[in-house]
């Protein structure tokens, strides 16, 4: 019975939203794909055929309905070396090698990595993506004629306006098609799709990369394949998580790093390009009304239909039709109310995913500045939980025993704190170190007590330690050197 729902909620739901969202999103993948393998240094086919096979197999075996995959930017930049240096037969090798380690992946349940990327790198990201699709419609715009701005300011009109009218349709479809008709009727002299590269007429077959089968070629191919792998899959939790928000439903981040590995294999055979989940692309589809996975099917398909059947009509389609939409894309993208919170947010986060922002447009790279962003969050989170660390004393009646109390975190980052917080150069017959109310996490903070401990013997004050936990006890029994022989010679040398 649960499969059976799932197939419902997931397939059947939405048929009439998805099939319409998936036509839109196949149209908006013509030029990207092709764009991308002009990135890439290939053939327009591989692109074409990778987004094809890719939107395909994640929208059946992905763990984000709704989401749309295919060739993207992020992965093709990542190609040209490769492609330059030793081909593309090469390319497609590594394509099929990035899914299974995507499928590795997947079977170690790294999606839960997930997780520990803060709202404002997501936020950073989301907020970059949108100003790069914003700029990447910039050279459409540049050195064009009157014709092309008319058309885009033209299809705006229609993408925010029509659906005041009636929304039984989505707007991006109708300006497409609003805006090809002029074109071809009116013959009006603007870029065409077409204009961008010579699309295939046959459709894609199973094949084999020519390429020797051997170690030398796995030295050559798994470097690329590797760096694929993560930034495709960073790409598609990030998307998986973004639009999870818009369509406020979960999703299964460890299956999408599965769906994404068998995708990516499929399309290497197929003669395609990598790719991961699409932002753009995504957030077309669901403003559309796409829901289910029967949208990224209907888009795949469709996309191949357009190219190899309806190929000579798909060329006429203006990109000032597609340069509206996107342009809707990044609009519509962009958290337009971070803007706002960097004022009333905390300063670290405003940092955090300003910080983001900066570095994957500086960059174009998307991966660069999650990381960065995540690592910027981690050194503030690890700053802020070191400033818990609290410590309190008091001397007994008769002034030879002193209690201290220990409260909060002991780590790499509030181990000086902890060190700092005994009055060593007081002379006591004991010391009592309380740390019920404390936690000791590494080696750092276990190096720390062990200082403190012999430090305090050497003035000769007995020292007892008492409250440690479970874990805390198991920790310094393995690495503290206060209670071993030798002692004062081994924290010397450690």
Known sequence: MDLIASVRRDWLSNVRGDVLAGIVVALALIPEAIGFSVIAGVDPKVGLYASFSIAVVTAIVGGRPGMISAATAAVALLMVDLVKDHGVQYLFAATILMGLLQLVAGALRLGVLMR?????????????????????????????????????????????????????????????VVLSLLAILLDLDVRRVGDLGELPTTLPMFLLPQIPLNFETL????????????????????????????????????????????????????????????IGQSVI????????????????????????????????????????????????????????NLRSHPLSSSVVMVVTVIVVVATHDLSLGVLA?????????????????????????DGRVRTYRVAGQVFFASSETFANGFDLREVLDKVVID??????????????????????????????????????????DRFGLHDKPDAELKIGAH
């Open 285 to 340: 589809n669901v403003k559309s009304g796409g829901r289910g996975r029967l949208s990224g099917v209907v888009a795949g398909c469709f996309l191949l239909f357009l190219i190899v059947v309806l190929g000579p009509w798909v060329a006429q389609i203006p990109m000032a039709a597609l340069v509206a939409v996107m342009i809707m894309v990044a609009i519509g993208t962009f958290n337009w109310g971070s803007i706002k």
């Open 219 to 278: 030295q050559i191919i798994f470097p690329y394949a590797l760096t694929m792998a993560v930034v495709g899959l960073l790409e598609s939790l990030l998307t998986a998580t973004i639009v999870d928000d818009l369509t406020d439903t979960p999703s299964n981040k460890n299956r999408e790093c599965g769906g994404q590995g068998v995708a990516n294999v499929i399309a290497g055979f197929l003669g395609g390009m990598g790719g991961c989940a699409m």
């Open 116 to 176: 520990y990327v803060s709202r404002s790198v997501i936020t950073g990201f989301v907020n970059a993506l949108a100003i790069l699709i914003f700029l990447a419609q910039l050279p459409e715009l540049t050195g064009v004629g009157w014709q092309t701005y008319a058309m885009v300011a033209g299809g705006l009109a229609i993408i925010y306006l029509f659906p005041r009218l009636t929304k039984a349709i989505p707007s991006p479809l109708v300006t497409i």
């Open 435 to 476: 740390v019920s109310h404390a936690h000791f996490w590494d080696i750092s903070a276990i190096g720390a007590l062990d200082k403190v401990v012999l430090k305090f013997r050497r003035e000769g004050t007995e020292v007892e330690i008492m409250g440690l936990n479970e874990a805390s006890s198991t920790m310094i």
């Open 373 to 397: 962003g995540v690592l910027l969050s981690g050194i503030f989170f690890a700053r802020k939980v070191a400033r818990i660390l609290a410590i309190s004393s008091e001397l007994s009646e």
